[in-house]
């Protein structure tokens, strides 16, 4: 290890054992000399790495490195680096800054733990009468939108009208969740911006192809324990990989349209089933399922039932959480045996994701 390094890794080191204020995997920041980027791991900032790795480091190159450490994440060291920053179409987090629950979790059981799926949305409605509710859930993608469904804009009742964003969430009985003695911050509720529904959606299509929409919140989200994006496929590796017959998670609180479920945040573990093998089955119905949808789940009682419409179908992959699909629809009686739920692909959407970011 060069002294620079050294160097980097005791400020760092000292910054944490002081308590002085450090920043979040993600959030903004400046750099040593004025320019705005992202709190990012070291490895993931190339102009950081040139000036490690010049063969002789001047005694500015070794400040400018220790000054611009910004945090720590795992026992890593975080830097501010420069021009990360939303620049254009490269706003979608990649692996591994996305993706990650901050302590690990054993899956199994139906309640959620406070800190876990920390990406999960809810979407509140304005009704007739003043009245408001959570009927729709959505997946932080990055600080300023959630990816969701686009029945959830478009399918809703007369009257209704999309009103809030709400992230952070877990009880919703109450204002300040706690478990144990972890306390989580207080939900963030985030006026809209915009929202965009995939123009190929058709609120007359009962096969809901197309069933996706962005929501844009209007001010960027500052990341924490219980509010973090998830990872995109984004890669060809990850857009073509398959995942018929893996097990895969939904996670909400089992609100829909029409229904009122859990207070807590619930998920359920579901197998991806072949487009193949589930689809004769809606195909008896009129519903014809295509490439851009895929199928999870068929086993009695276990659903989408426990998860919000809109909101997402997940796997780990490489210590990491990805979006595979968002729930669509499924059987008029939700869990029944041998008719698993239908998702939107997201893999078949990445460009789409990506040509409406800004």
């Not at 426990?306 to 729930?327: E, F, K």
Request: neutral net charge.
């Amino acid at each position: 290890m060069t002294g620079a390094m050294k160097l980097l890794v005791v400020a760092v080191l000292a910054l944490v054992e002081l308590s002085v204020s450090a920043l979040e995997l993600g959030q903004d920041c400046v750099n040593p000399v004025g320019q705005a980027g992202k709190c990012v791991l070291f490895r993931e900032c190339q102009a950081l790495i040139d000036i490690y790795n010049k063969p002789v480091n001047t005694p500015d190159d070794t400040q400018f490195l220790t000054e611009s450490r910004c945090g720590v994440f795992e026992r890593k060291t975080l830097v501010c680096c420069a021009g990360v920053k939303n620049i254009g179409k490269t706003s979608l987090p990649e692996s591994p800054n996305c993706g990650i629950q901050l302590s690990d979790r054993v899956i199994g059981g139906q309640p959620t733990k406070i800190d876990e799926f920390p990406w999960t949305a809810l979407i509140e409605y304005e009704k007739p009468n003043g009245r408001f509710g959570f009927h729709c859930g959505g997946t932080i993608i990055n600080e300023r939108y959630i990816l969701t469904a686009a029945h959830c804009i478009s399918s809703i009742p007369r009257g209704w009208k999309v009103h809030r964003i709400r992230l952070g969430e877990w009880d919703l009985s109450s204002s300040n969740d706690q478990e144990d003695d972890f306390y989580s911050d207080a939900p963030i509720d985030l006026d809209i911006e915009k929202i965009i529904v995939h123009t190929g959606y058709n609120t007359q299509d009962k096969s809901h192809h197309n069933d996706i929409a962005l929501i844009r919140f209007n001010r960027e989200i500052h990341y924490s324990a219980t509010v973090r994006p998830i990872c995109l496929p984004l890669s060809s590796s990850m857009r073509n990989r398959k995942h018929a017959g893996m097990a895969s998670f939904a996670a909400g609180w089992g609100k829909t349209e029409s229904a009122s479920a859990s207070q807590k945040k619930l998920k359920v573990e579901l197998n991806v089933v072949d487009l193949k093998d589930c689809a004769p089955t809606y195909q008896r119905s009129g519903i014809s399922l295509d490439s851009t949808q895929m199928c999870a789940g068929g086993v009695r009682l276990k659903d989408t039932c426990s998860g919000d419409s809109g909101g997402p179908l997940m796997r780990q992959t490489s210590g990491a959480w990805y979006l595979i699909g968002v729930v669509s629809f499924g059987p008029q009686k939700c869990g029944t045996a041998g008719v698993p739920g239908v998702y939107t692909n997201v893999a078949e959407y990445v460009d789409w994701i990506r040509d409406n970011v800004y």
